[in-house]
């Protein structure tokens, strides 16, 4: 079975721009998570969706969106791109996204802004 | 502040002996605490979970202990190889109804032949 895949794996974008990264999570899953890390730090939350829906934010701006399809694939947009977002973009899955489960990482999006 | 401290230096040691990373965190009250495994340029992986309510919990060669009253878990690696050389994370689940965590930044473990 596919883990969950991420594309593009790298992605090198100047500062003002948008990014548009992308996320399949697990078959069978429904809820998919962003999370950014930074080198040398953990990974920080940014969202979680499910059914389509944003169950929860992070502490990040408004240039930070996302959202779920039909098929519960997402996608994280950044406008405005800032050389601070510069990171590993990573995506997770979980069948529900309640409390108590797992959470199954894709290999992630490194982002570099110049 | 809230704030969750992993040992910071990497951790060097000899194959086959016990690799004990500490996770303390302060001024969270955390539901649940996991630890996942990272190697370079790859996700975390999960590892092992625990609720609030135990102390221990195993896997394998894995072993994780929880104390809510010192706000502190411990992850220890028994007879350790070098295939368990990465970065290892520990993350809190905060009570909220979804599942967002809290990582820490990691130790970095290198277990040397």
């Known amino acids: 079975d596919a883990g969950v895949t991420q594309s593009p794996t790298h992605l090198i974008k100047t500062r003002g721009q948008h990014v548009t990264l992308r996320c399949s999570p697990i078959?069978?899953?429904?809820?998919v998570s962003w999370y950014q890390q930074v080198l040398g730090q953990g990974p920080q939350f940014i969202f979680q969706?499910?059914?389509?829906?944003?169950?929860g934010r992070g502490n990040f701006p408004d240039r930070f969106s996302a959202r779920q399809f039909p098929n519960y694939s997402s996608e994280l947009n950044v406008n405005a791109l800032l050389l601070g977002d510069s990171a590993l973009y990573l995506c997770?899955?979980?069948?529900?996204?309640?409390?108590?489960?797992?959470?199954?990482f894709g290999s992630g999006t490194q982002l570099s802004v110049l | 502040s809230q704030k969750i401290e992993q040992n910071s230096e990497a951790l060097n040691i000899q194959e086959g002996k016990t690799a004990t990373l500490t996770c303390n965190y302060t001024?969270?009250?955390?539901?649940?605490l996991q630890w996942y495994r990272q190697d370079p340029g790859r996700g975390p992986v999960f590892l092992l979970l625990?609720?609030?309510?135990?102390k221990e919990k195993r896997k394998e060669r894995l072993k994780v202990t929880f104390d809510t009253t010192l706000k502190q878990s411990l992850f220890h690696i028994t007879a350790s190889q070098p295939a368990d050389s990465a970065t290892y994370l520990c993350a809190l689940l905060v009570s909220g109804g979804y599942n967002k965590l809290i990582f820490g930044a990691g130790t970095r473990l290198a277990v040397h032949p």
């Open positions: 997770a899955s979980s069948l529900d996204g309640t409390a108590n489960e797992k959470l199954f």
């Open positions: 625990i609720r609030e309510n135990e």
């Open positions: 078959s069978g899953h429904k809820s």
């Open positions: 969706y499910y059914e389509k829906e944003e169950r």
């Open positions: 001024n969270y009250s955390p539901a649940y």
